[in-house]
């Protein structure tokens, strides 16, 4: 009879010596088990990107691809044992990231707002939690992890100069209120921003908030 310690983790390199006997072993116990908890295991990555993480420092800290962990994350694809025994062991500690000035995030960030854009519609853009975009935006968070800080950017390019649909009573309330906050807070559209200066901590634009129309609907 086997020791109760072994398990399919064990067996799961296929090139091991003893792969096909001790599968066989595991089968004739009921005990195979070549399948991670994938639900688990996605809640974890969510919560991993709670905290800022991108799919490439869970790749780093986990030994996995980018883009293995993305599928995983965004399908209902079944997660073989090992690979989600990687990601379960990721800590958000073990997360080594590159960090930059938040002054480039937090004014186009800021800059979106004015054209409408909440939080949560970037949150979501992004595949963060709000809160990530509500901190860097208006509680004077000093630095970013520097993947957010690029597709922050990426975002903000995409959007700038454009409004976003306000067709529902839902998508009016919410432009609404996202004009008001930086109606309130004198946030510049994007238009008004200078590029050069914008990484500096100590930068202010000189321009205040107006209402800008854009180009056309996000």
């Given at each position: 009879?086997?020791?109760?310690?072994?398990?399919?983790?064990?067996?799961?390199?296929?090139?091991?010596?003893?792969?096909?006997?001790?599968?066989?072993?595991?089968?004739?116990?009921?005990?195979?088990?070549?399948?991670?908890?994938?639900?688990?295991?996605?809640?974890?990555?969510?919560?991993?990107?709670?905290?800022?993480?991108?799919?490439?420092?869970?790749?780093?800290?986990?030994?996995?691809?980018?883009?293995?962990?993305?599928?995983?994350?965004?399908?209902?694809?079944?997660?073989?044992?090992?690979?989600?025994?990687?990601?379960?062991?990721?800590?958000?500690?073990?997360?080594?990231?590159?960090?930059?000035?938040?002054?480039?995030?937090?004014?186009?960030?800021?800059?979106?707002?004015?054209?409408?854009?909440?939080?949560?519609?970037?949150?979501?853009?992004?595949?963060?939690?709000?809160?990530?975009?509500?901190?860097?935006?208006?509680?004077?968070?000093?630095?970013?992890?520097?993947?957010?800080?690029?597709?922050?950017?990426?975002?903000?390019?995409?959007?700038?100069?454009k409004r976003p649909a306000a067709f529902t009573a839902a998508q009016k309330t919410s432009v609404t209120k996202a004009l008001k906050m930086a109606e309130k807070n004198n946030w510049p559209?994007?238009?008004?921003?200078?590029?050069?200066?914008?990484?500096?901590?100590?930068?202010?634009?000189?321009?205040?908030?107006?209402?800008?129309?854009?180009?056309?609907?996000?």
């Open positions: 009879m086997p020791d109760e310690s072994f398990s399919a983790r064990t067996m799961s390199d296929k090139n091991g010596k003893h792969y096909n006997t001790n599968r066989g072993v595991l089968i004739a116990l009921n005990r195979w088990q070549p399948w991670a908890d994938g639900e688990k295991v996605r809640k974890h990555l969510e919560d991993l990107k709670a905290t800022g993480a991108t799919w490439r420092s869970i790749g780093r800290a986990s030994g996995l691809g980018e883009a293995t962990i993305w599928a995983i994350a965004t399908t209902s694809q079944l997660v073989k044992l090992r690979t989600g025994e990687m990601l379960l062991a990721v800590k958000p500690e073990d997360l080594i990231v590159d960090r930059v000035s938040s002054g480039g995030a937090k004014w186009r960030i800021r800059s979106l707002v004015a054209m409408g854009h909440s939080y949560s519609r970037q949150a979501r853009f992004l595949g963060i939690d709000h809160e990530i975009i509500q901190q860097i935006a208006s509680r004077g968070q000093q630095t970013v992890a520097i993947d957010l800080d690029v597709r922050i950017r990426e975002l903000w390019l995409r959007l700038w100069d559209t994007g238009a008004n921003l200078d590029e050069d200066k914008i990484y500096d901590p100590d930068y202010q634009p000189d321009a205040i908030w107006q209402y800008a129309p854009g180009i056309g609907i996000a």
